[in-house]
């Protein structure tokens, strides 16, 4: 077994490996190029960063494209993602047009590549446009779309689906997110990589140190919200939910520790609003970290003694996997992919307000055995549905089913 | 050795992984739920009876399957949800006869209630399928007493293949074990009765593994001890 498999197999056991080499026999040697948007920051880019090379082991000829843009672009496609999330958004014809020049000039790059796959996944709605320029190609097609889209704003999903269409196939986290297409919706819920510099075990005086480095008290409790400065995650929810627990526990400390990613031009607006809303608390941490802080992501869930994921509106939310893998219980928004990893008074709990997320915080607060409990029951649950060989799995059963178009049942060849 | 019919061959062990799919398809209320069940897929169906024993799961859950947790959660009609909760799929022959039984039951609640129960915005239904990709382990066993020790080593997904999914493609209607113990000449009548009598509907898979392997190890080593 090569190394990074032998790796895998001794955290997510040996016959998940024996079954990922299965299931990838009859695609060996198949081209399969993944597009998104950025190499860096957000879940996305962290997930293909390692599942790329986890299909390059089992013999799969995979890679990774980014397409690139500039500010327009990204301005462009992040009102895409607050239209298809249910925001009313304006988009000037000119941004659209934009939008379009900027992928037929990322094809002109990416064409004899993309032409000659014989599978092309494109994630989310940056790169969507490819397919209908790329008329040559010969292989599938896949859309994989990440966000939710469960109630998008009309005009902007009837734009976009245009280009989906024509693909052989749409990949959504949740069956919730799916709009019907003429083709086969696959539901596959994003993972995490226990392997990964985010998730990988830490010595303790690399943990120890992440309370100096960021002026915390080891001996107080820790609160810890880690995501994007976007309004979706409602980290000024997070904050009023601390004040409302912080009154009955004064000692409570609670961390805001955001990345931006390349493509959201809105992150630093809300930022700026967190700032103002814990402005006179000592012992509120707002962190901007790079996008590559992911030891420090690591270092400070390992720290936290309770993990909230407040988002009022979710296309997974992958750092509540990541908390959870790392023995936490979290408070997360009742919305999306949240719902499919916090269960319920089991592994945290699901809250719809900052006065629910304060009312939890203060049950948890009080409650050290629960709080150890719930985090065990967590991390076994990652451990079986939630690593990455779990989503490289679904992958290659989805090629398979594709490539072999047959209805219900697939024999590989 | 055992002897074994002319037409029965070694057992192969098979491994399975399934996509799920979603029709795009969705109910916001009884009736919605009830003219989809008329026309939808019968794998969709067949997906939420039994899809739960292969989707994350952590606790027992309250009904076992997607109608009537629905019927509790979504639309806070605990009578309907208590009425699907005891439908058991193994109880009828094909996936038409079980799409009526839920269609009856439902259409008996819509008949007695005043008005059709709606669920919130977000709690919609939705109907999804499977596909099953199977594949060879390599694995084969060619005599019944194997069974003992190789059941213990299968993956839960070869289980849901040999235990639960075989029940849509052997010519009877059960399971992979006893259709292959039944081309055997010994009498294996006593150890099929043991396994009819596992219901698969009420176990997550690594306990149906338990269950069976328990089955076949008892059954083996009485044999051992009685020769």
């Given at each position: 077994?090569?190394?990074?498999?032998?790796?895998?197999?001794?955290?997510?056991?040996?016959?998940?490996?024996?079954?990922?080499?299965?299931?990838?026999?009859?695609?060996?040697?198949?081209?399969?190029?993944?597009?998104?948007?950025?190499?860096?920051?957000?879940?996305?880019?962290?997930?293909?960063?390692?599942?790329?090379?986890?299909?390059?082991?089992?013999?799969?000829?995979?890679?990774?494209?980014?397409?690139?843009?500039?500010?327009?672009?990204?301005?462009?496609?992040?009102?895409?993602?607050?239209?298809?999330?249910?925001?009313?958004?304006?988009?000037?014809?000119?941004?659209?047009?934009?939008?379009?020049?900027?992928?037929?000039?990322?094809?002109?790059?990416?064409?004899?590549?993309?032409?000659?796959?014989?599978?092309?996944?494109?994630?989310?709605?940056?790169?969507?446009?490819?397919?209908?320029?790329?008329?040559?190609?010969?292989?599938?097609?896949?859309?994989?779309?990440?966000?939710?889209?469960?109630?998008?704003?009309?005009?902007?999903?009837?734009?976009?689906?245009?280009?989906?269409?024509?693909?052989?196939?749409?990949?959504?986290?949740?069956?919730?997110?799916?709009?019907?297409?003429?083709?086969?919706?696959?539901?596959?819920?994003?993972?995490?990589?226990?392997?990964?510099?985010?998730?990988?075990?830490?010595?303790?005086?690399?943990?120890?140190?992440?309370?100096?480095?960021?002026?915390?008290?080891?001996?107080?409790?820790?609160?810890?919200?880690?995501?994007?400065?976007?309004?979706?995650?409602?980290?000024?929810?997070?904050?009023?939910?601390?004040?409302?627990?912080?009154?009955?526990?004064?000692?409570?400390?609670?961390?805001?520790?955001?990345?931006?990613?390349?493509?959201?031009?809105?992150?630093?607006?809300?930022?700026?609003?967190?700032?103002?809303?814990?402005?006179?608390?000592?012992?509120?941490?707002?962190?901007?970290?790079?996008?590559?802080?992911?030891?420090?992501?690591?270092?400070?869930?390992?720290?936290?003694?309770?993990?909230?994921?407040?988002?009022?509106?979710?296309?997974?939310?992958?750092?509540?996997?990541?908390?959870?893998?790392?023995?936490?219980?979290?408070?997360?928004?009742?919305?999306?992919?949240?719902?499919?990893?916090?269960?319920?008074?089991?592994?945290?709990?699901?809250?719809?307000?900052?006065?629910?997320?304060?009312?939890?915080?203060?049950?948890?607060?009080?409650?050290?055995?629960?709080?150890?409990?719930?985090?065990?029951?967590?991390?076994?649950?990652?451990?079986?549905?939630?690593?990455?060989?779990?989503?490289?799995?679904?992958?290659?059963?989805?090629?398979?089913?594709?490539?072999?178009?047959?209805?219900?049942?697939?024999?590989?060849? | 050795?055992?002897?074994?019919?002319?037409?029965?061959?070694?057992?192969?062990?098979?491994?399975?992984?399934?996509?799920?799919?979603?029709?795009?398809?969705?109910?916001?209320?009884?009736?919605?739920?009830?003219?989809?069940?008329?026309?939808?897929?019968?794998?969709?169906?067949?997906?939420?009876?039994?899809?739960?024993?292969?989707?994350?799961?952590?606790?027992?859950?309250?009904?076992?399957?997607?109608?009537?947790?629905?019927?509790?959660?979504?639309?806070?009609?605990?009578?309907?949800?208590?009425?699907?909760?005891?439908?058991?799929?193994?109880?009828?022959?094909?996936?038409?006869?079980?799409?009526?039984?839920?269609?009856?039951?439902?259409?008996?609640?819509?008949?007695?209630?005043?008005?059709?129960?709606?669920?919130?915005?977000?709690?919609?239904?939705?109907?999804?399928?499977?596909?099953?990709?199977?594949?060879?382990?390599?694995?084969?066993?060619?005599?019944?007493?194997?069974?003992?020790?190789?059941?213990?080593?299968?993956?839960?997904?070869?289980?849901?293949?040999?235990?639960?999914?075989?029940?849509?493609?052997?010519?009877?209607?059960?399971?992979?074990?006893?259709?292959?113990?039944?081309?055997?000449e010994e009498d294996y009548d006593g150890l099929a009765l043991s396994l009819a009598e596992i219901d698969p509907y009420f176990s997550s898979l690594s306990e149906l593994r338990d269950q069976l392997a328990s089955i076949f190890r008892a059954h083996f080593s009485r044999r051992r001890r009685r020769r």
């Amino acid at each position: 077994m090569s190394n990074l498999l032998g790796r895998y197999a001794k955290v997510a056991g040996e016959d998940v490996i024996d079954h990922l080499r299965q299931l990838s026999l009859p695609l060996k040697g198949m081209k399969m190029i993944h597009v998104n948007s950025t190499r860096v920051g957000g879940g996305v880019a962290e997930i293909l960063a390692k599942l790329v090379p986890l299909m390059v082991e089992l013999d799969i000829d995979c890679s990774w494209e980014a397409i690139t843009g500039d500010n327009d672009f990204y301005q462009c496609t992040k009102s895409f993602h607050n239209a298809l999330q249910g925001n009313t958004v304006a988009i000037p014809e000119s941004l659209i047009e934009h939008y379009e020049k900027v992928n037929a000039e990322n094809l002109e790059k990416l064409r004899p590549a993309l032409r000659e796959a014989d599978m092309v996944i494109i994630h989310d709605p940056q790169p969507a446009p490819l397919l209908r320029l790329c008329p040559e190609r010969r292989g599938k097609w896949i859309w994989r779309c990440h966000i939710d889209i469960s109630q998008p704003f009309r005009p902007v999903w009837k734009y976009l689906r245009q280009f989906l269409e024509s693909y052989d196939a749409s990949i959504f986290s949740l069956a919730a997110f799916a709009q019907e297409m003429p083709h086969p919706l696959y539901l596959v819920p994003p993972s995490i990589d226990p392997l990964s510099e985010k998730n990988m075990e830490l010595d303790s005086s690399e943990i120890g140190s992440t309370y100096s480095r960021f002026g915390l008290d080891p001996d107080r409790l820790i609160a810890l919200q880690v995501s994007r400065f976007d309004r979706f995650k409602d980290p000024i929810g997070v904050v009023q939910a601390y004040r409302l627990a912080k009154s009955f526990t004064p000692s409570l400390q609670l961390v805001l520790a955001g990345g931006s990613a390349t493509d959201d031009p809105e992150g630093e607006a809300v930022l700026n609003d967190v700032r103002k809303a814990a402005a006179d608390d000592p012992d509120i941490h707002v962190l901007l970290l790079p996008p590559d802080a992911h030891r420090t992501i690591n270092g400070l869930q390992r720290i936290a003694d309770i993990v909230l994921q407040k988002s009022t509106r979710e296309g997974f939310g992958l750092t509540v996997s990541e908390a959870m893998w790392k023995c936490k219980p979290v408070i997360g928004g009742n919305t999306g992919g949240i719902r499919l990893q916090v269960v319920n008074h089991h592994t945290g709990f699901l809250v719809n307000s900052p006065e629910g997320a304060a009312l939890r915080l203060r049950y948890l607060i009080n409650r050290r055995e629960e709080r150890l409990e719930m985090g065990r029951k967590a991390r076994e649950f990652v451990r079986e549905n939630f690593l990455i060989t779990r989503h490289v799995r679904e992958y290659l059963t989805i090629a398979l089913a594709i490539l072999q178009r047959e209805e219900e049942r697939i024999r590989p060849r | 050795m055992t002897t074994r019919l002319e037409s029965t061959g070694d057992f192969f062990v098979k491994d399975c992984a399934l996509t799920s799919i979603a029709t795009g398809r969705r109910a916001q209320n009884l009736r919605e739920l009830r003219d989809d069940l008329l026309t939808v897929h019968p794998g969709s169906i067949y997906y939420h009876f039994w899809g739960g024993l292969l989707r994350p799961s952590f606790v027992e859950p309250e009904y076992n399957n997607d109608f009537a947790a629905w019927a509790f959660h979504g639309l806070h009609d605990q009578i309907l949800a208590e009425r699907l909760a005891v439908i058991v799929p193994t109880d009828f022959a094909n996936m038409e006869d079980l799409r009526q039984e839920l269609i009856d039951v439902i259409d008996e609640r819509l008949d007695e209630t005043e008005h059709v129960p709606w669920s919130k915005a977000d709690q919609q239904f939705h109907f999804i399928r499977s596909q099953i990709v199977v594949m060879d382990t390599h694995h084969t066993i060619r005599e019944p007493r194997e069974l003992a020790d190789a059941v213990p080593k299968m993956s839960i997904s070869s289980i849901f293949y040999h235990f639960i999914d075989a029940r849509r493609r052997t010519e009877k209607g059960i399971d992979d074990f006893r259709a292959w113990l039944a081309g055997f000449e010994e009498d294996y009548d006593g150890l099929a009765l043991s396994l009819a009598e596992i219901d698969p509907y009420f176990s997550s898979l690594s306990e149906l593994r338990d269950q069976l392997a328990s089955i076949f190890r008892a059954h083996f080593s009485r044999r051992r001890r009685r020769r």
